[in-house]
């Protein structure tokens, strides 16, 4: 099997003549599908390695639709990133604006909105449930809510975090049939560095970052066994985690591996730079493609 997929690899090389940039994202897919046990990709009827293997007619397909993205900090850092995307890519023509008026939704619009507060994930399940119900959810073809790395941190209880929003989604899915819920990952952040981390190695404490992420991890692996390969699931851990040349940025406690934020898509430890979002944002739109067009 290994033989066969770099002979593949290399064929779709030569064909294609892919540059290095184009190389990274679809090895990033790859690490995307790997981290959700590559129950995903089983079922699709179309595969896209990279945003310039999408066609313009799966582009338009994707323009045409009605999507609302509920989010926080994170989710502009992305949104500026699919905006980004789009000048390189003229096909790409989604109509992006903030709102969470069903008004604004007669149209195709690639709508979004603040939810809920943060540190409190409740809030957000609750304040997306609220914008479905006032009419979101009888206009909408795609929906996803996105919670943010400061809604689950080391004080987290993972397993109460996780059936809040279980229950929202099973509730929101009964009562919007039509309506495509796309499950996302929590994002992740970098781990402390320097003097202070090296010290607080030697004297056993605790360096940032590390326990923070081991319970987002713990929070979207239960996520990826719930819905994956039953129901579309983002992984934007899995995006964050991935390094350019394809490997993981990760860190070890326990004898365990976790994913980390990979330090060159952030300036300060946990929203996306130019960098990052861009990568997030191409992952984004091929996934949204792949979705639409099976």
């Known amino acids: 099997m290994i033989r066969i997929l770099k002979k593949n690899f290399a064929i779709s090389h030569e064909l294609r003549a892919m540059s290095y ?6 090895l990033i897919a790859l690490a995307i599908t790997s981290c959700s046990g590559g129950k995903m990709d089983s079922t699709n009827k179309v595969s896209f390695p990279s ?12 323009n045409e639709k009605k999507i609302y993205f509920g989010h926080q900090s994170v989710g502009y850092n992305i949104l ?12 790409i023509k989604l109509q992006i604006v903030e709102t969470n008026n069903p008004a604004d939704f007669n149209a195709p619009v ?3 909105s603040r939810v ?10 609750e304040d997306f449930s609220v914008f479905m119900d006032k009419g979101l959810g009888e206009k ?13 941190t080391s004080n987290t209880v993972v397993e109460k975090v996780f059936a809040g929003y279980k229950e929202t989604m099973s509730v929101l899915k009964s009562k919007y049939p039509k309506v495509t819920f796309v499950h996302i990952t929590v994002p992740l952040t970098t781990l402390q560095t320097g003097p202070k981390a090296w010290i607080k190695k030697i004297i056993g ?16 692996q239960k996520l990826r066994n719930e819905f994956s390969g039953k129901e579309p699931v983002f992984d934007l851990a899995a995006i964050e985690s991935t390094l350019p040349a394809g490997s993981r940025a990760i860190f070890e406690k326990d004898g365990k591996a976790y994913p980390r934020l990979v330090p060159e ?3 300060d430890g946990g929203h996306l730079n130019a960098l990052g979002r861009k990568v997030a944002a191409e992952q984004l739109l091929i996934f949204l493609a792949k979705l639409v067009n099976q």
Request: charged residues 30%.
């Open 51 to 62: 945003i310039k293997d999408v066609p313009a007619e799966a582009w338009q397909n994707l």
């Open 80 to 91: 500026d990133g699919v905006k980004d995307v789009m000048k390189e890519n003229p096909p």
């Open 205 to 220: 404490r605790p360096v940032a970052g590390v326990d923070d992420n081991i319970k987002r991890e713990t929070f979207n």
């Open 116 to 125: 809920g507060k943060n540190t409190d994930p409740k809030s957000k399940c």
């Open 265 to 267: 898509y952030t300036d």
């Open 110 to 112: 690639f709508a979004h």
């Open 21 to 26: 940039a184009i190389l990274a994202m679809s």
């Open 140 to 152: 909408t073809d795609i929906a996803f809510l996105k919670l943010c790395y400061v809604d689950v």
